[in-house]
């Protein structure tokens, strides 16, 4: 029988585990956003008095009441925490209203008045680039917020070297994060003037900074606190602080706890989303099947604001021409401002979209060659000590691409049901098909950020141990990752450690809990804190070194010098107090911004995911029946919790191929809820197969890499082409819409 | 009557009551938090309760539709004795629990199910929670679970037998 280790499971089985919604505070007023009904407009006027008389209301507060900065941003301060003379968006919020009720809250926000003088809005990227159009953000100077390039080799050579050409454009789609909680925020100010935020954020520190910054007080004015929260994948990141930024506002100004609670239809209106993309690829190849080529144009709609649009397309940027060597490489990506809803972070983080494209575009490509799908990446795919588009040699770690790929199609017995396959036989009843599709992906921010993370080992008097890390509980057990690192690195079992209350007020940040970096950078950082640890007790002992193994402190040799216990008595009675603070800073990473070479991210993981359908040939209704992944995670910490991570990542990466859609339409998303905007539900999905790799990573101090993001980042491609296997079409835009 | 039981326990309604959304009372009124609201719509299934042993969307019914009725939260599932149920337990030992949003709704539907069929196959649990969006976890550690809780309770009443 199975037994999986969470700390946090007891509390969320049972209904304890209080989420921002759930708390509530004596005199807690309520408020709620009021919407443009444009997605492009100067704001005229905005009357509240209608708002302001019902009984219970008790203000109706705009941008002229942000005592800070009304604009925040993670990169580019552009988006607007209360929309300030102009609508760039239909998920821009022109005023919030606060009540004693929100029911109240919510009547009262229908009941303000805007006058705006509205604008055609830019909603098509490629109008947005042309050199008249109108500037959705004039202060940036440009719709462009951002372009990246890669420049390898000589693309005219490579020209004149293929033996094949092909031009192939794919699009996807906006995406909608979809977690489970909607976004929430809980604020007051606390007697010693501090403003206390609890939120379903995934940063608490990029939190602290938007609050900090439109109260215009200092970052230790304000403390955010974690408590569970019901998802994020990315999605909870700037958005979701914007929605805490704006619930301080309201305590602030009025002095009363405040708490800002979405509905589904605010939150879709209003979140980023997962960028669409349009990709244009030009890849040219010899008879052998050799990449010579790959000259690509991407263009991404950032929407109105510029959020994470930068590193995003810049992942795209680096990842390119997926998994394979391409000796010459011309590639322009493109972020650019619309009117649309905004884009940002979505687990993923720009690879979704290009292994969409590129996963399919080999396979073409091996088509016309004759030469089998297979055989194709294995000619192209990266292998130990190769160098990637940028320029980075692959030898600081086990490149584990064609074991993945082997132990895929091996478990899902590829070959043979490969001549199975379809091709939309007119005869036969039912069509089916097998696909696969493979990735490497660069870990963590890479050449995004500085990467560091920290971490406090306090051990108490007793011998039992608060841990805490600078790394966010997401819902993906990041806490008890940690809490289990600890345990290995101190020898003593888990039982004996918590996980502190994390608080913006405890610990450094270090950085956002996202690009699959949480275990990898907040694991690292407690195995740096166990060593300080290590020598702190050899100092109280008065040894030059110590073990720590079975709640036992050992010398150098391995011989027994005391039991865990005695040892940390005697530091508190030496007043040598165990009280580490570890910091891990990933190795350095470099990339030139112009030629768009360097050591992009300092180390990688590889992946395969496979997967079996069956089609109706005249519904064309796809039934999807087995999906099996395998990556390499460096090293398991928690291997049912990661192979949770698989199956979540293979079940999203699905409903992105056949289901999730979010079309807009003048500017405003049109699936409102849950009801219009399809996930995968039970039925939808089949069984998974998840198969661990593990390689543990010498740069990382616990061996462990990431495997949030790379679960996610394949299965779309992989039924692209199954589905191809069917029905022997080619379906280049995500959704696949299936005629 | 103008009674509604919750996890055992009677209320007494009042007839300004009776148009309120059950999910709000629960949450708001009972303090019952357990029980979630994710669509407010009844599409996501993280308000699921159990009515009269039938899995209910409370975001979906107000308080006269719940009357003489015996409702289950989330909170009513472990004993007496704050032992859990073997769903619960299931659901932790299986790794089923991630972000945990969906999971009271999982647990109360996996009830339903289990309280008709000891046996479902994988294919009727996966019927069984349809109406319970998950993001994280693809389901297939939640089947795992609810399997792994119909064979404890299997054998707990063979036992009892």
Redesign the interface.
Same mark, same amino acid.
């Given at each position: 029988m199975n037994k999986v280790f969470r700390n946090d499971a007891l509390a969320k089985v049972t209904g304890i585990a209080k989420y921002t919604d759930d708390y509530t505070m004596p005199g807690m007023l309520h408020a709620a956003p009021v919407y443009p009904n444009c997605a492009s407009a100067r704001i005229l006027k905005i009357d509240a008095a209608d708002a302001l008389a019902l009984p219970g209301v008790v203000a109706v507060f705009t941008a002229g009441d942000i005592p800070g900065t009304i604009k925040l941003g993670q990169i580019i301060k552009d988006y607007p925490t209360l929309a300030h003379k102009t609508v760039r968006s239909t998920g821009d919020v022109l005023a919030l209203v606060v009540a004693e009720s929100r029911e109240l809250a919510l009547k009262a926000a229908s009941l303000v008045r805007v006058e705006l003088e509205m604008r055609p809005a830019l909603l098509d990227p490629e109008e947005a680039l042309q050199e008249n159009a109108p500037l959705i953000n004039p202060e940036h100077g440009s719709n462009i917020c951002n372009i990246h390039h890669v420049r390898t080799g000589d693309i005219q050579k490579g020209e004149e070297h293929s033996d094949l050409i092909l031009e192939e454009t794919f699009t996807t789609g906006r995406i909608e994060h979809a977690y489970m909680e909607p976004e929430a925020a809980l604020c007051h100010l606390r007697p010693d003037g501090v403003m206390e935020v609890i939120g379903s954020m995934q940063h608490p520190f990029s939190t602290r900074r938007f609050v900090a910054s439109t109260l215009g007080v200092k970052l230790c004015e304000v403390e955010v606190k974690t408590v569970p929260m019901g998802g994020g994948f990315g999605g909870k990141d700037d958005t979701a602080a914007l929605v805490c930024a704006r619930a301080a506002l309201c305590a602030w100004l009025l002095k009363r706890p405040v708490k800002l609670t979405y509905s589904r239809e605010m939150s879709m209106r209003e979140s980023y989303k997962r960028h669409p993309y349009k990709m244009q690829y030009r890849m040219g190849l010899k008879n052998s099947g050799k990449i010579e080529f790959v000259k690509v144009r991407m263009v991404a709609d950032g929407g109105a604001y510029c959020s994470v649009t930068p590193w995003v397309t810049w992942r795209s940027t680096v990842q390119c021409c997926g998994s394979y060597r391409v000796p010459n490489v011309h590639c322009d990506v493109f972020g650019v401002y619309t009117n649309n809803p905004f884009s940002g972070a979505m687990r993923g983080f720009g690879s979704p979209q290009v292994n969409f494209a590129i996963e399919q575009l080999i396979e073409m490509a091996g088509e016309k060659l004759g030469i089998d799908e297979v055989a194709m990446r294995r000619i192209n795919m990266l292998k130990q000590d190769d160098t990637t588009i940028t320029g980075q040699k692959l030898d600081t770690h086990v490149v584990s691409l064609s074991q993945a790929m082997d132990t895929v199609l091996k478990e899902i017995n590829y070959e043979k049901k490969r001549k199975l396959c379809s091709f939309g036989n007119p005869i036969a009843e039912e069509w089916y098909g097998i696909g696969f599709a493979i990735s490497y992906r660069g870990m963590s921010l890479g050449a995004e950020g500085v990467d560091f993370n920290s971490a406090i080992i306090n051990v108490q008097p007793d011998g039992s141990v608060l841990i805490e890390t600078g790394v966010h509980e997401n819902g993906q057990g990041s806490e008890t990752a940690m809490i289990l690192i600890a345990s290995e690195h101190l020898g003593i079992p888990k039982e004996l450690i918590r996980y502190r209350l994390p608080s913006t007020s405890n610990i450094p940040d270090g950085g956002t809990t996202v690009a699959s970096r949480g275990t990898l950078l907040g694991g690292g950082a407690v195995v740096k804190a166990a060593e300080l640890l290590r020598k702190i007790i050899a100092e109280a002992l008065e040894v030059p070194e110590i073990k720590l193994e079975n709640s036992q402190v050992l010398d150098a040799s391995g011989k027994l010098l005391m039991s865990w216990e005695e040892a940390i008595r005697l530091c508190f009675s030496k007043q040598i107090y165990p009280y580490a603070f570890g910091v891990f800073q990933a190795p350095r990473v470099s990339w030139d911004e112009e030629t768009g070479q360097g050591n992009a991210y300092f180390t990688w993981v590889y992946a395969c995911q496979a997967v079996e359908l069956k089609m109706n040939p005249k519904t064309k209704k796809v039934t999807l029946l087995n999906m099996v992944a395998a990556h390499d995670v460096g090293k398991a910490i928690n291997p049912e919790l990661v192979k949770g991570q698989f199956y979540g990542g293979m079940a999203m990466g699905a409903g992105y191929a056949l289901f999730e859609d979010l079309p807009v339409e003048n500017g405003l998303v049109r699936p409102t809820n849950l009801h219009t905007y399809k996930l995968a539900r039970a039925v939808d999905l089949p069984e998974m197969t998840a198969i661990l790799i593990e390689h543990p990573d010498k740069q990382t101090p616990s061996g462990a890499k990431g495997v949030g993001e790379p679960t996610n980042e394949i299965m779309a491609p992989a039924i692209a082409n199954a589905i191809y296997h069917a029905t022997g079409i080619r379906y280049k835009d995500q959704p696949l819409r299936i005629k | 009557m103008m009674q509604i039981t919750v996890n055992d326990k009677i209320h007494e309604i009042p007839e300004e009551l009776l148009e309120k959304s059950l999910v709000h009372w629960l949450?708001e009124d009972l303090s019952?938090?357990?029980?979630?609201?994710?669509? #407010? %719509?009844g599409? +996501?299934g993280?308000c699921t309760i159990l009515m009269d042993m039938q899995a209910v969307r409370s975001c979906k019914l107000k308080l006269k539709d719940a009357l003489g009725k015996k409702l289950i939260?989330?909170?009513g599932? &472990?004993s007496q004795d704050g032992k !859990?149920h073997p769903i &619960?337990q299931a659901?932790? #030992? +299986?790794?089923a %629990? @991630?972000?945990?949003?969906?999971?009271?709704g999982m647990?109360l539907s996996a009830y339903a199910l289990l309280h008709k069929n000891l046996a479902p196959s994988?294919e009727q649990?996966?019927?069984a %929670?349809?109406a319970? !969006?998950?993001?994280?976890?693809?389901? @297939? @550690? %939640?089947? #795992?679970a609810v399997e @792994?809780a119909a064979s404890v309770m299997r054998a707990e009443k063979q036992v009892s037998r």
């Open positions: - | 949450r019952l938090t357990g029980t979630k609201i994710g669509c #407010d %719509i599409v +996501c993280t939260t989330i909170e599932m &472990q !859990l &619960q659901f932790i #030992d +299986c790794g %629990i @991630q972000c945990g949003f969906c999971t009271p647990v994988r649990i996966r019927k %929670i349809n319970n !969006l998950c993001r994280c976890t693809g389901y @297939q @550690q %939640i089947i #795992d @792994q």
